[in-house]
């Protein structure tokens, strides 16, 4: 089903549906990158351990290798705006109760674990939901500008939520995890306003779920440009999921405490929000195998850089330029599923992306905080400058890559 006929002709910025769910997920996201920060950081105080810190980032993300394909498939099935709001609520009663166990002194590791579990398990279902729904919310030629905004919600949450992620754990260890629990609450309200229906019409499902799976995995593969990507994403997320943690511990091990590390992911953040103004225009003007391999090479220096790096804000401000380049990546990447995908196959195909894309960040958590303890932080980013390096390599030469269509000769092409 197409976005509704209204949406056609408002402006993003009086679209009411598209400004609720936006609003909504701009606290909520706000919430989640305070605990991305709160997470390490109270492992570590707990512990000591880098590994440690790593297993409950392992089992955050976890959830992207188990739940992402039948995920999807359930996402086309069911009402996805029932998907967003249980996902909400079950997110703010996780995260509320690591706030209560450390009021009364009882928080394990292994709690820590199985709340941060469960909240990747709920996210998976949100986002995924969360994405489908967008074409039926904006007009077709409106989507690569909601999606900019979209990454600039997210990367404007990394430039206000790392800071204050830093500074409430600075006063009390709980106070992140009882803001993210409200965060939620917030974007579970706003979204029982969304009056637009998140998903066409469909017919009474008679497949089975396996059948439903394996029509989107056979769908993608088919697109030979998208199956690179995927891949090529799989392997630069395993980078950059790696890196926030050893930056945590490189910083601590230059004399940092939780508010300054903070203040140094709010470069990130700030990147990342330049990079979110400046991705429609770059899907405009530049080819996507510009783009892909391109970046794919600046990731790489930046990578072996940080090494370098002599204090926390020169870190910070490393990694922010890198994130300005992350956005109109992603901007560009989405235009090009938009494009190609029709509303029926959207939850399915997005989760088999996001399988292969974000199937690396678990091991990613994992290997991160062992090289941590091994060998160090600052010999671990050379580790990672490496991976990047072969990426780019890689990008360079993949003919799906380099002879890759322009948007505008897709979006007319029948789904």
């Not at 009390?172 to 965060?183: E, G, M, T």
């Not at 497949?207 to 090529?232: D, M, P």
């Not at 783009?291 to 910070?316: F, K, N, R, Y």
Request: hydrophobic share 55%; proline share 6%; glycine share 8%.
């Amino acid at each position: 089903m197409p976005a509704p006929d209204q949406a056609a002709t408002v402006p993003l910025r009086r679209n009411r549906d598209f400004l609720l769910l936006w609003s909504g997920q701009v606290v909520s996201t706000i919430g989640t990158r305070i605990t991305s920060l709160a997470y390490p950081l109270l492992v570590l105080a707990l512990t000591r351990s880098p590994a440690r810190a790593g297993i409950v980032g392992f089992a955050q993300t976890l959830p992207f290798l188990l739940l992402y394909l039948p995920a999807g498939a359930l996402v086309d099935r069911w009402n996805r705006k029932w998907v967003m709001l249980v996902s909400d609520g079950g997110r703010a009663l996780a995260l509320g109760s690591i706030a209560i166990a450390l009021t009364l002194h009882r928080l394990t590791l292994v709690q820590v674990a199985l709340v941060a579990f469960v909240e990747g398990c709920l996210f998976v279902f949100f986002q995924l939901a969360e994405t489908a729904a967008l074409p039926n919310v904006v007009a077709k030629h409106q989507l690569p500008t909601a999606v900019a905004q979209n990454q600039a919600r997210d990367q404007g949450a990394d430039l206000a939520g790392q800071p204050l992620g830093g500074l409430l754990f600075s006063v009390s260890q709980l106070l992140p995890f009882a803001f993210d629990a409200v965060s939620y609450l917030v974007s579970f309200a706003t979204m029982t306003f969304v009056r637009a229906p998140l998903q066409g019409t469909r017919e009474r499902v008679r497949t089975r779920l396996r059948s439903e799976i394996s029509e989107g995995v056979a769908w993608l593969w088919r697109q030979r440009f998208l199956r690179s990507i995927a891949l090529l994403v799989g392997a630069t997320n395993f980078v950059h999921n790696a890196l926030p943690l050893l930056v945590i511990v490189r910083a601590k091990e230059l004399g940092a405490p939780p508010a300054l590390i903070g203040v140094m992911f709010a470069f990130f953040g700030a990147g990342a929000l330049l990079g979110a103004l400046a991705g429609p225009w770059v899907q405009r003007h530049l080819h996507a195998r510009a783009v892909v391999i391109g970046w794919l090479w600046v990731w790489a220096v930046e990578a072996a850089a940080l090494v370098a790096m002599p204090d926390p804000i020169s870190l910070g401000a490393l990694l922010g330029l890198g994130s300005v380049f992350g956005v109109s990546f992603n901007v560009v990447v989405a235009t090009y599923r938009y494009a190609l995908v029709p509303d029926r196959l959207q939850g399915r195909t997005t989760s088999v992306v996001r399988l292969i894309a974000w199937g690396t960040i678990p091991p990613a958590q994992l290997v991160s905080g062992v090289l941590a303890e091994r060998i160090g932080a600052a010999p671990s980013f050379l580790v990672f400058a490496g991976v990047m390096l072969l990426t780019a390599v890689v990008a360079s030469v993949a003919p799906s890559v380099r002879r890759a269509p322009p948007i505008e000769s897709l979006a007319s092409e029948p789904a």
